[in-house]
């Protein structure tokens, strides 16, 4: 069974870190794209950032570029998004996906899902 789970978020005040987590079943990790985005209230779900199945490239939206980073732990097989310099406009419900779709951005590229966790950044 395909399976993402992330886990990792939480409430922290502006300027601190998270690291988030997404635990993936073998398939998904070996042959998938896996990305991350993220939905706040009255908001679309955007594209935050995702790795490519060997972990050589990577994707950032323009405004996380620099303060995220995102990486894979082949043993584990684990996605992680690390954030540094958290800000209000970073709060969120954040997904991790798998997909192996041209387009690393769009959601329509990624075909599996996780639940979701809540990042709450306060001012």
């Known amino acids: 069974q395909v399976q993402l789970v992330e886990s990792g978020g939480g409430l922290v005040q502006a300027g601190d870190s998270l690291r988030l987590s997404c635990a993936t079943s073998?398939?998904?990790?070996?042959?998938?794209?896996v990305g991350w985005f993220r939905q706040a209230p009255g908001k679309e779900r955007e594209f935050v950032a995702a790795i490519s199945w060997g972990g050589g490239t990577t994707y950032y939206v323009d405004s996380v570029k620099g303060r995220f980073t995102i990486s894979r732990d082949q043993a584990e097989n684990t996605v992680y998004l690390r954030m540094d310099s958290l800000n209000p406009e970073d709060t969120a419900v954040y997904f991790c996906a798998a997909g192996s779709s041209l387009d690393p951005t769009v959601r329509s590229s990624y075909a599996y899902w996780g639940q979701g966790t809540q990042v709450t950044v306060s001012s």
């Open positions: 073998g398939r998904i990790f070996s042959y998938y794209r």
